[in-house]
Nanobody, 121 residues
Framework: VQLQASGGGLVQLGGSLRLSCAAS????????MYWVRQAPGKERDFVAA????????EYADSVKGRFTISRNNAWNSVYLQMSSLQPEDTAVYYC???????????????WGQGTLVTVSS
């Protein structure tokens, strides 16, 4: 199983960034996909989730209206479009997978290596 996140970088306050995560080694369409972030010195926090076929999505309150999660099952990929970025969005962003919807990040089955997003003010 492999989850390869990419697209992180340095962005200015109010800017946008699109993260991608390429999955392999498991039946991608059978899993909810998640984005989770970990800011320096803090625990991992749920950011967004998308259902098996992309019909349902869930977001943390802190990112609602600014972030959009999507997926392409033909390409085994999940994306996170981030806009109106704030300094508090600075974190390492991870993609993860689980069979069902759950906001508890400790229960996710598969994890990627993370990509760093830094928002400068």
């Amino acid at each position: 199983v492999q989850l390869q996140a990419s697209g992180g970088g340095l962005v200015q306050l109010g800017g946008s960034l699109r993260l991608s995560c390429a999955a392999s080694g498991f039946t991608f369409s059978n899993y909810w996909m998640y984005w989770v972030r970990q800011a320096p010195g803090k625990e991992r926090d749920f950011v967004a989730a998308i259902s098996w076929r992309g019909y349902s999505a869930e977001y943390a309150d802190s990112v609602k209206g600014r972030f959009t999660i999507s997926r392409n099952n033909a390409w085994n990929s999940v994306y996170l479009q981030m806009s109106s970025l704030q300094p508090e969005d600075t974190a390492v962003y991870y993609c993860a997978a689980s069979h069902i919807w759950m906001p508890d990040t400790s229960e996710y089955l598969f994890w990627g290596q993370g990509t760093l997003v830094t928002v400068s003010s």
